[in-house]
């Protein structure tokens, strides 16, 4: 703008030029000033060294848990895992022992409390203690809601939320003592969405993730440092471990080609080493995958669109009926699209990672 006069240049500049400099000084100073800390306060959450750490993964026996605990001990990281199945179990410790790791392998029936602390106990008179907690146990049952019982709820809420509950409860007196530790909590996008046929799974999903992050909140001042995790999906091979009701073939042809797609899933060594990547910074909450990251940023933003998708999402779902309330895992729901090329990668990653 150009002013008429000389008299009108100089009120300007009275009125705004001293004004705006000193506001923009305190601005700068206030931007550098919070630049700094937090440039200090991330390269000293980036030097969390994993090694000689002891880490305690559950699920650890295929899947997720046991690509983390591979790359952790190729970390230096000492590890212990633990599952239900003994013979899942000892898989896994056998292909942790070839890469020359001591893994410590223990069954352990997390929706039980007094088992979860027998397991903790056991942990930490073997470690001395538990530097790293890494909560990735779940199961997902899928499925339209007529198909699904109170019952599924309840051991949803046991396997996903009070499983995490339990192990995290147990190893805070030790990490408190210590002023130390991280606690990483793998939830799921499904914990942010709830998606059509997953209302279980998303429902004990969406309470771990509130947990995770009022806990983040709680024990900072204790030195404890907590992760949320939200993956979308990922080249598991965990389909074939899932339980599937109603039309059980048909939902187990669309979890299983989705969960195997390039673009849409994501590779689980990927994964992982995002994983431990944010569990050394010590980041406040990290999603995984593209898909995840644009789902939650047009749920966040445009909830009522978000909804009329998901809506639409259902309908193209297979209809109730088939086996009804009855349930049958991934590997007794095959049909001819499942297996089939659609799935290949997610079938290699099966094969890769003991599910």
């Known amino acids: 703008m150009i002013c008429p006069t000389p ?3 100089a009120q300007w500049r009275f009125y705004f030029v001293p004004h705006s400099t000193g506001v923009s000084k305190t601005f700068l ?3 550098a000033t919070a630049g700094l800390l937090l440039f200090a306060r991330s390269q000293s959450r980036q030097h969390y060294d994993l090694r000689r750490k002891s880490v305690l993964i559950t699920g650890g026996s295929r899947g997720l848990g046991l690509v983390l605990a591979r790359q952790l001990v190729s970390k230096g990281a000492r590890v212990a895992i633990c599952a239900r199945d003994e013979q899942e179990l000892e898989r896994a410790a056998a292909d942790l022992r070839a890469r020359g790791a001591v893994p410590l392998a223990l069954v352990c029936d997390l929706r039980d409390r007094d088992d979860v602390e027998r397991m903790i106990a056991a942990v930490n008179s073997a470690f001395g203690s538990i530097d790293v907690l890494i909560n990735n146990a779940g199961i997902i ?4 809601l007529e198909e699904m019982t109170l019952a599924d709820f309840a051991e949803a809420m046991d396997s996903n939320f009070w499983s995490g509950v ?5 190893v805070l007196p030790g990490m408190r003592s210590r002023r130390s530790g991280r606690i990483v909590n793998i939830t799921s996008i499904g914990g942010r969405i709830a998606v059509p046929h997953l209302l279980p799974y998303s429902a004990s999903k969406f309470a771990f993730t509130g947990f995770s992050r009022g806990l983040r909140s709680e024990v900072a001042k204790d030195g404890i440092v907590v992760t949320t995790v939200v993956p979308g999906l990922m080249r598991t091979g965990s389909p074939r471990h899932a339980s599937f009701k109603g039309k059980n073939e048909n939902e187990h042809a669309w979890f299983s080609i989705a969960d195997s797609l390039p673009g849409l899933s994501m590779d689980v060594e990927r994964a992982a ?4 990547d944010a569990t050394r910074r010590g980041d406040t909450q990290i999603t995984l995958t593209l898909p995840a990251r644009l789902a939650a940023a047009v749920d966040a933003l445009m909830p009522e669109f978000s909804g009329r998708l998901l809506e639409v999402a259902n309908r193209c779902l297979p209809d109730p009926g088939g086996i009804g309330q009855r349930a049958r895992k991934g590997f007794q729901s095959t049909s001819s699209a499942s297996p089939s090329i659609l799935t290949a990668l997610g079938d290699l990653a099966a094969a890769r990672n003991n599910e």
């Open 7 to 9: 008299c009108l240049t």
């Open 166 to 170: 339990y192990t995290t409860m147990a």
């Open 273 to 276: 080493s995002q994983i431990i």
């Open 141 to 144: 049952t899928v499925g339209p």
């Open 29 to 31: 100073w206030s931007a």
